[in-house]
T-cell receptor
Framework: RKEVEQDPGPFNVPEGATVAFNCTYSNSASQSFFWYRQDCRKEPKLLMSVYSSGNEDGRFTAQLNRASQYISLLIRDSKLSDSATYLCVVYNAGNNRKLIWGLGTSLAVNP | GAVVSQHPSWVICKSGTSVKIECRSLDFQATTMFWYRQFPKQSLMLMATSNEGSKATYEQGVEKDKFLINHASLTLSTLTVTSAHPEDSSFYIC?????????????FGPGTRLTVL
């Protein structure tokens, strides 16, 4: 079983739609969780950290369920510029400070 | 914000040659730098963790004699792909973490696209 699993998609949605991505992780000792965005042939960029209480940044909402080892990202009012791959990332300090990356979920927002 | 550069941004070389990729933290000191590789439609795969002044820690399956890492200063790490072969063609990305014991965000370089003919 992979340490971080995501549905690779692709998700094709119209502009203005709401879309949700899910991610599960296998190591219950994981401490920090992130969503990164990666555009084609570019480096990943941090979108947002994920906190236990859930957090929101504009149109983006991230949630964490430690009991189920599940992370989600909700994008409201999708824009064309949201088209990218969204990577779920998990960190465990006991794992030599490594980030463990999901395969990513591809999103295409269509006009 | 913290900026990480990589050079070159892309390189094409013949099989058997060696290629050096530089990763620099431009406006901060990075105790730790990470080297990743990403094949098409694959996730980032950590190759090695490099701490300034010490030997790199390689992930399982990554040949340390083929992928030489040097982290001689707090702002520069280099990855040398020795005797490159077509299967080494990939997107190589470095990241740098701010100095400090607790977790710090990793800042990514723009990546180097290597094509081995």
């Amino acid at each position: 079983r992979k340490e971080v699993e995501q549905d690779p998609g692709p998700f094709n949605v119209p502009e203005g739609a709401t879309v949700a991505f899910n991610c599960t992780y296998s190591n219950s000792a994981s401490q920090s969780f992130f969503w990164y965005r990666q555009d084609c042939r570019k480096e990943p960029k941090l979108l947002m950290s994920v906190y236990s209480s859930g957090n929101e940044d504009g149109r983006f909402t991230a949630q964490l369920n430690r009991a189920s080892q599940y992370i989600s990202l909700l994008i409201r009012d999708s824009k064309l510029s949201d088209s990218a791959t969204y990577l779920c990332v998990v960190y465990n300090a006991g794992n030599n400070r490594k980030l463990i990356w999901g395969l990513g979920t591809s999103l295409a927002v269509n006009p | 914000g913290a900026v990480v550069s990589q050079h070159p941004s892309w390189v094409i070389c013949k099989s058997g040659t060696s290629v050096k990729i530089e990763c620099r933290s431009l406006d901060f000191q990075a105790t730790t730098m990470f080297w990743y590789r990403q094949f098409p439609k694959q996730s980032l795969m950590l190759m090695a963790t490099s701490n300034e002044g010490s030997k790199a820690t390689y992930e399982q399956g990554v040949e340390k004699d083929k992928f030489l890492i040097n982290h001689a200063s707090l702002t520069l790490s280099t990855l040398t792909v020795t005797s490159a072969h077509p299967e080494d063609s990939s997107f190589y990305i470095c990241s740098a973490s701010l100095s400090g014991g607790a977790f710090r965000e990793q800042f990514f370089g723009p990546g180097t696209r290597l094509t081995v003919l």
